[in-house]
Each structure stands twice: as structure tokens, then as C-alpha cells.
């Protein structure tokens, strides 16, 4: 069954401005108090289960596009737990646990595969899915039948040009230093789903998709026959350690990898490090959203909101005591993450998070409390979802999206804001996406990473 939106292209974008500009729309949920007797019981906590949603669940009889936004917020916490989950050895859920159980082992998400281990030099054909990918050569020097269960390979440092990037997106800005001065990193992992089309169709080298030669069209999930179609995942990662404590983050090892074919003058390094996860973004094609549901999720500390009073002693991104710091602006030239220490990055977030979500936050807070006290989860927290208002828009191609803006403080630091073609927007950036033959590669730059 296709979700229907009861409103205009037009109406749709006076609501995705409204929640932009933080107008809320609907109220918030209230415990209603009788006039002579005692409020009723509370809402029921949400229910934390492994499934993926495929589809949004539309409450209520006449759904409004606020209704609908609280609705994909759901949609997203459903999909932050179930990615979360404590994960079998070939990467499905284990039922037998919750999310927070078996703290700091591998998850869900962590089964998908790196983007690095697609794309490789040469367009050579890669591992088959589950098979163990080929470490660079200054990796070798460690040991791997030593290596923690799950250790990632980081490499990439930001959306920026000529620095170990593995991003194409048209934003130039820079990598994110952490209090500890050194820089973060982050990954992207797509889904078996994703890999799959990728491999079936050679997307993974240029000869490839020139000889594919279409735009490309991801599987999406299909809710009638509970098929999970692509998802991707972007994570951002900050080294454990200093003004890092590792029991307030969701933890890996990293084998963190300075490459020099990708930025001049750095040297080639490969350092075995505990990391801990600042932030999390999920894209996921639906049967009823082909432009995506894009999800964000980051850690409670990463940033105070502009124009309010910080309310911590410390932060991941953000220093309450620097009285000349300059706010959301990238560090200066030349970018070398092998330098012992940088002066640490200045951010704030632009557009507040919603009460609305604060709200649903707390709710899921609480829920992973319950299930697993101490759960190391209820320190991620969700900035908001983009989803179309207008998916068969024949005016806008990107759906009409609502809220207009989303940014990850973590992953779009410094392009935050409200201006058209300048601020992130997950939609109106990935729409610009193409392979390396200029074919629209559906909503990702990663096509085009093919050699």
C-alpha cells in the first residue's frame, strides 16, 4: 500500500519551511490532567526490536506533514536500533540479545562493507560479500590474527578535495579536528542489497559503467514482501583517550590508515586505535521514498546550539572556555592527519533540533534504559529525518524534501545553515550525484570513486 501525503507540492513546502524555521506544527504530547482526578498513565515506551523497517508506519486517521515528520523519526530510531543490534558472526541480529547487551561487540551495520573494499585501484573486482578484503601494505606490519572482532579500516577524513576523501560531493569544506587535535575519521558501508547491484553490474570500475551506460536505480525495500533494499551508512569516529572517555561511546579498533596517493606530503601509517563512535547517518531507498529516507543520528556531546548558552563543562567538537575560536570554520591549510596535534575544530549546531524530537529522544532514551541500564545508546541521540513530501513531484526531482535542511555537526561541520545550493541538504546535494560516465548514480557519490 503507497503512503499517500494529504497536502500540495505547495503546502508541502510551507510545512518543510515551518519545521524548518522550528514553527511547530502539531503539539507536543501531553499528560492530560482531569479536572478532579489523577492524569492518566503515561505513553507506553517504545518497543526496541532487530527488523528494519521497510516503510513508515503512518499514525492517526488523517495524517498531517507533521504528523508524518514524527512518524519518519520513528522510522529512524527504529533503524538506528535495529543497525545496533548485537550481530551473529555473519551479521544478523542475534536475537538472543537486546542493543547494549554484549557491550562494544560488533553490530549490525558493521557486517556491511566499506566503500574502499568495493571501489579498488584499477577497477579491480572485489571480495565477494562476507569474504575478508586485502589490507594496504602498511597495514600488513600488524598482525591480523591478532586483531580485535570487527576492526575497521578508517581512512577517510572529511568531505574535502586532496585529502584522503572518498567522497565526489560538490561542498568543499574540511576535515573535523577533535579536542584531542587529531582528526576524526569516518566510513561509509553499504548493505548487501547496495553491494550486490553494484558487483552484478560492474559499477565498481569505469569500464563498467561505460559499458553499462544508464542512470543507475538501487534496489528499494518492499514492504509487501519484507525485501530490505539498499541502505548506506556514514559513520564519523574520534580517537579514545585524552578528553575521551571510552565508557561514554559506542567503541571499535580501527585500523586508522594514512594513505599518501591521496593527499601530498602525508606519510604512509597504519595505527591500530580504539574509537568511538560521534556520529551516525543512515540513507535508506524505500518503495514509497526512492529519493531516500536520510537519518542522523549523533552523540549527545558533540556540540552546543548556536544562540544558546552551552550547557557542559566539555564537549567533543566544541570548547565552552576559547573565547577566540572561530565558529564553524574548517582548519586552515595544509591538511596532514599525520601531524601530532591540530588546533581543534569550533562548532556549533545551526538549526536546533526539534522539541518534537527531544521529545521522541527521551522516549527512546528511556526505552534502552529499561532494556539494559547503563546502555551505552541512550548517548545518541537523533537531529532529524529528510524524507519526500512530493516523491512523484514532476517539478522537483529531489521530492519536495522536508525539513529543507539536514546537517550532521560530525559530517557537514561547516555547511550547516538555511541558504539553497550552499547548505546541506541530503536530497538537494545527492541529487547532483553521477557516475563517472555523468549517468544519475541514484542519490550517491560513491559510483564515482570507480577507477
Given at each position: 500500500?503507497?503512503?499517500?501525503?494529504?497536502?500540495?507540492?505547495?503546502?508541502?513546502?510551507?510545512?518543510?519551511?515551518?519545521?524548518?524555521?522550528?514553527i511547530s506544527l502539531f503539539?507536543?504530547?501531553?499528560?492530560?490532567?482531569?479536572?478532579?482526578?489523577?492524569?492518566?498513565?503515561?505513553?507506553?515506551?517504545?518497543?526496541?526490536?532487530?527488523?528494519?523497517?521497510?516503510?513508515?508506519?503512518?499514525?492517526?486517521?488523517?495524517?498531517?506533514?507533521?504528523?508524518?515528520?514524527?512518524?519518519?523519526?520513528?522510522?529512524?530510531?527504529?533503524?538506528?536500533?535495529?543497525?545496533?543490534?548485537?550481530?551473529?558472526?555473519d551479521g544478523s541480529p542475534?536475537?538472543?540479545?537486546?542493543?547494549?547487551?554484549?557491550?562494544?561487540?560488533?553490530?549490525?551495520?558493521?557486517?556491511?562493507?566499506?566503500?574502499?573494499?568495493?571501489?579498488?585501484?584499477?577497477?579491480?573486482?572485489?571480495?565477494?560479500?562476507?569474504?575478508?578484503?586485502?589490507?594496504?601494505?602498511?597495514?600488513?606490519?600488524?598482525?591480523?590474527?591478532?586483531?580485535?572482532?570487527?576492526?575497521?579500516?578508517?581512512?577517510?577524513?572529511?568531505?574535502?578535495?586532496?585529502?584522503?576523501?572518498?567522497?565526489?560531493?560538490?561542498?568543499?569544506?574540511?576535515?573535523?579536528?577533535?579536542?584531542?587535535?587529531?582528526?576524526?575519521?569516518?566510513?561509509?558501508?553499504?548493505?548487501?542489497?547496495?553491494?550486490?547491484?553494484?558487483?552484478?553490474?560492474?559499477?565498481?570500475?569505469?569500464?563498467?559503467?561505460?559499458?553499462?551506460?544508464?542512470?543507475?536505480?538501487?534496489?528499494?525495500?518492499?514492504?509487501?514482501?519484507?525485501?530490505?533494499?539498499?541502505?548506506?551508512?556514514?559513520?564519523?569516529?574520534?580517537?579514545?583517550?585524552?578528553?575521551?572517555?571510552?565508557?561514554?561511546?559506542?567503541?571499535?579498533?580501527?585500523?586508522?590508515?594514512?594513505?599518501?596517493?591521496?593527499?601530498?606530503?602525508?606519510?604512509?601509517?597504519?595505527?591500530?586505535?580504539?574509537?568511538?563512535?560521534?556520529?551516525?547517518?543512515?540513507?535508506?531507498?524505500?518503495?514509497?521514498?526512492?529519493?531516500?529516507?536520510?537519518?542522523?543520528?549523533?552523540?549527545?556531546?558533540?556540540?552546543?546550539?548556536?544562540?544558546?548558552?552551552?550547557?557542559?563543562?566539555?564537549?567533543?567538537?566544541?570548547?565552552?572556555?576559547?573565547?577566540?575560536?572561530?565558529?564553524?570554520?574548517?582548519?586552515?591549510?595544509?591538511?596532514?592527519?599525520?601531524?601530532?596535534?591540530?588546533?581543534?575544530?569550533?562548532?556549533?549546531?545551526?538549526?536546533?533540533?526539534?522539541?518534537?524530537?527531544?521529545?521522541?529522544?527521551?522516549?527512546?532514551?528511556?526505552?534502552?534504559?529499561?532494556?539494559?541500564?547503563?546502555?551505552?545508546?541512550?548517548?545518541?541521540?537523533?537531529?532529524?529525518?529528510?524524507?519526500?513530501?512530493?516523491?512523484?513531484?514532476?517539478?522537483?526531482?529531489?521530492?519536495?524534501?522536508?525539513?529543507?535542511?539536514?546537517?550532521?555537526?560530525?559530517?557537514?561541520?561547516?555547511?550547516?545553515?538555511?541558504?539553497?545550493?550552499?547548505?546541506?541538504?541530503?536530497?538537494?546535494?545527492?541529487?547532483?550525484?553521477?557516475?563517472?560516465?555523468?549517468?544519475?548514480?541514484?542519490?550517491?557519490?560513491?559510483?564515482?570513486?570507480?577507477?
Amino acid at each position: 500500500m503507497k503512503t499517500q501525503y494529504p497536502f500540495s507540492r505547495a503546502q508541502g513546502k510551507y510545512f518543510a519551511w515551518a519545521l524548518l524555521c522550528g514553527i511547530s506544527l502539531f503539539p507536543m504530547a501531553q499528560v492530560l490532567v482531569a479536572a478532579d482526578g489523577p492524569s492518566t498513565a503515561p505513553p507506553p515506551l517504545p518497543v526496541l526490536t532487530p527488523q528494519i523497517p521497510l516503510e513508515i508506519t503512518v499514525t492517526g486517521s488523517k495524517p498531517t506533514l507533521a504528523s508524518l515528520q514524527h512518524d519518519f523519526d520513528v522510522f529512524s530510531w527504529q533503524s538506528f536500533v535495529a543497525l545496533n543490534w548485537p550481530a551473529n558472526p555473519d551479521g544478523s541480529p542475534n536475537i538472543n540479545l537486546t542493543i547494549g547487551q554484549a557491550t562494544n561487540a560488533p553490530v549490525v551495520w558493521e557486517s556491511y562493507r566499506e566503500s574502499r573494499t568495493i571501489f579498488l585501484p584499477g577497477g579491480a573486482t572485489p571480495a565477494k560479500w562476507g569474504e575478508e578484503s586485502p589490507l594496504p601494505p602498511v597495514c600488513k606490519n600488524i598482525d591480523a590474527k591478532h586483531l580485535p572482532a570487527g576492526t575497521m579500516l578508517l581512512t577517510q577524513v572529511g568531505k574535502t578535495p586532496n585529502v584522503l576523501d572518498e567522497s565526489g560531493e560538490p561542498f568543499k569544506t574540511g576535515p573535523l579536528i577533535d579536542q584531542n587535535g587529531q582528526y576524526a575519521r569516518f566510513s561509509i558501508m553499504t548493505n548487501y542489497a547496495m553491494f550486490n547491484y553494484i558487483v552484478t553490474y560492474k559499477l565498481y570500475s569505469k569500464d563498467g559503467q561505460k559499458a553499462f551506460n544508464a542512470d543507475a536505480n538501487f534496489p528499494s525495500s518492499q514492504a509487501s514482501t519484507q525485501q530490505v533494499g539498499s541502505i548506506m551508512i556514514k559513520t564519523a569516529w574520534v580517537k579514545m583517550g585524552g578528553k575521551y572517555d571510552p565508557s561514554k561511546f559506542y567503541t571499535n579498533y580501527a585500523l586508522v590508515y594514512d594513505d599518501p596517493q591521496e593527499h601530498a606530503g602525508v606519510k604512509p601509517s597504519c595505527v591500530l586505535e580504539q574509537v568511538g563512535l560521534v556520529g551516525f547517518h543512515i540513507a535508506h531507498k524505500t518503495a514509497d521514498e526512492p529519493q531516500w529516507i536520510w537519518s542522523t543520528f549523533e552523540h549527545v556531546d558533540n556540540v552546543p546550539t548556536m544562540g544558546e548558552k552551552p550547557t557542559l563543562t566539555a564537549y567533543n567538537f566544541f570548547d565552552p572556555h576559547c573565547k577566540d575560536c572561530k565558529i564553524n570554520q574548517p582548519p586552515p591549510r595544509p591538511w596532514n592527519p599525520g601531524t601530532s596535534y591540530t588546533k581543534p575544530s569550533q562548532v556549533e549546531r545551526v538549526i536546533p533540533i526539534t522539541p518534537e524530537a527531544q521529545q521522541l529522544n527521551e522516549a527512546y532514551h528511556q526505552a534502552l534504559a529499561a532494556a539494559v541500564p547503563g546502555s551505552v545508546w541512550v548517548n545518541y541521540e537523533l537531529v532529524s529525518t529528510q524524507w519526500p513530501t512530493d516523491a512523484k513531484s514532476k517539478i522537483d526531482p529531489t521530492g519536495v524534501p522536508a525539513p529543507s535542511f539536514l546537517a550532521n555537526t560530525t559530517l557537514e561541520s561547516y555547511i550547516q545553515g538555511r541558504v539553497k545550493q550552499t547548505s546541506s541538504s541530503c536530497m538537494a546535494c545527492h541529487n547532483n550525484a553521477t557516475s563517472t560516465t555523468g549517468n544519475f548514480s541514484d542519490f550517491t557519490y560513491l559510483l564515482q570513486r570507480a577507477q
